[in-house]
């Protein structure tokens, strides 16, 4: 893993050039309330495979993703990694019950991220019932996807968990505004993998297979879906 060497912007005057604000956490804001909560951010990038934040670490700051992908995972006791999910712009990161990250996030590519400090973030929302309405939307979304993967990892086939992650992060991508029949994949095959809970040569041989029934087609930094029905035939089983 890189250690962490980010190149940071100034503060404030961001807001009026987001490219995710209608999904991120401040979409509740009016004009006014976006003018003050523009100060209390930065922009913060990262290069690939830099870590945006350790699992265990004390939580000082969230972070909302504006440009790219990261990957969020907890190492297990024998030293095997777990991914627990892949963070899309938009998405909302470091809010916990315990003080400490739960899980450990590095870019998958370059990474663009908001960073507010925690204390005057938590002082920002506490008389804006709006914004911390907008954060429990957020949890519940996040909470839902965690319930998804748990189905994921649980008793289904490797073709059915390749097939039901390709739909899954086209859903994801289509909410972007990206609609397409090409699916693209930043991540790594053992990304896939150790995210299904499958080894690499499984996921390897699993596309093979899909594009062999001309289910997909394997592409440059993706797939293409060939037959949706029989991907999504293949996820429902």
Same mark, same amino acid.
């Given at each position: 893993?890189? !250690?962490? @060497? @980010?190149?940071?912007?100034?503060?404030?005057?961001?807001?009026?050039?987001?490219?995710?604000?209608?999904?991120?956490?401040?979409?509740?804001?009016?004009?006014?309330?976006?003018?003050?909560?523009?100060?209390?951010?930065?922009?913060?990038?990262?290069?690939?495979?830099?870590?945006?934040?350790? /699992?265990?670490? #004390?939580?000082?700051?969230?972070? $909302?993703?504006?440009?790219? @992908?990261?990957?969020?995972?907890?190492?297990?006791?024998? *030293?095997?990694?777990? =991914? @627990?999910?892949?963070?899309l712009?938009?998405?909302?990161?470091?809010?916990?019950? +315990?003080?400490?990250? $739960?899980? +450990?996030?590095?870019?998958? *590519?370059?990474?663009?991220?908001?960073?507010f400090?925690k *204390?005057?973030? *938590?002082?920002?929302?506490?008389?804006?019932?709006?914004? %911390?309405r907008?954060?429990?939307?957020?949890? =519940?979304?996040? %909470?839902?996807?965690?319930?998804?993967?748990?189905?994921?990892?649980?008793?289904?086939?490797?073709?059915?968990?390749?097939?039901?992650? %390709?739909?899954?992060?086209? /859903?994801? &991508?289509?909410? %972007? $505004?990206? !609609?397409?029949?090409?699916?693209s994949?930043?991540?790594?095959?053992?990304?896939?993998?150790?995210?299904?809970?499958?080894? #690499?040569?499984?996921?390897?041989?699993?596309?093979?297979?899909?594009?062999?029934?001309?289910?997909?087609? =394997?592409?440059?930094?993706?797939?293409? &879906?060939?037959?949706?029905?029989?991907?999504?035939?293949?996820?429902?089983?």
């Amino acid at each position: 893993m890189k !250690p962490s @060497v @980010v190149t940071i912007e100034s503060t404030g005057h961001f807001c009026s050039d987001c490219a995710v604000r209608g999904s991120a956490v401040c979409a509740s804001l009016d004009a006014a309330e976006l003018r003050q909560f523009e100060h209390l951010g930065r922009r913060v990038h990262f290069a690939s495979g830099e870590t945006v934040f350790s /699992e265990e670490d #004390i939580t000082t700051s969230f972070y $909302n993703v504006l440009e790219g @992908v990261m990957r969020l995972y907890k190492l297990l006791p024998d *030293g095997r990694r777990q =991914i @627990v999910g892949f963070a899309l712009p938009g998405d909302f990161l470091g809010m916990n019950l +315990s003080g400490r990250h $739960n899980f +450990s996030a590095d870019a998958i *590519g370059a990474v663009t991220v908001c960073q507010f400090a925690k *204390g005057p973030f *938590g002082r920002f929302i506490e008389d804006r019932p709006q914004l %911390l309405r907008r954060i429990n939307e957020l949890a =519940i979304r996040e %909470l839902s996807q965690a319930r998804d993967h748990m189905v994921l990892l649980g008793r289904r086939s490797a073709d059915e968990k390749v097939a039901s992650f %390709l739909l899954g992060w086209r /859903e994801r &991508l289509f909410m %972007l $505004n990206a !609609p397409s029949d090409t699916v693209s994949l930043p991540m790594s095959r053992q990304d896939i993998a150790d995210y299904l809970g499958l080894t #690499i040569e499984t996921v390897s041989r699993t596309f093979t297979k899909l594009e062999r029934h001309g289910a997909i087609e =394997i592409i440059q930094g993706g797939v293409s &879906l060939l037959d949706q029905a029989r991907v999504e035939a293949l996820a429902a089983a």
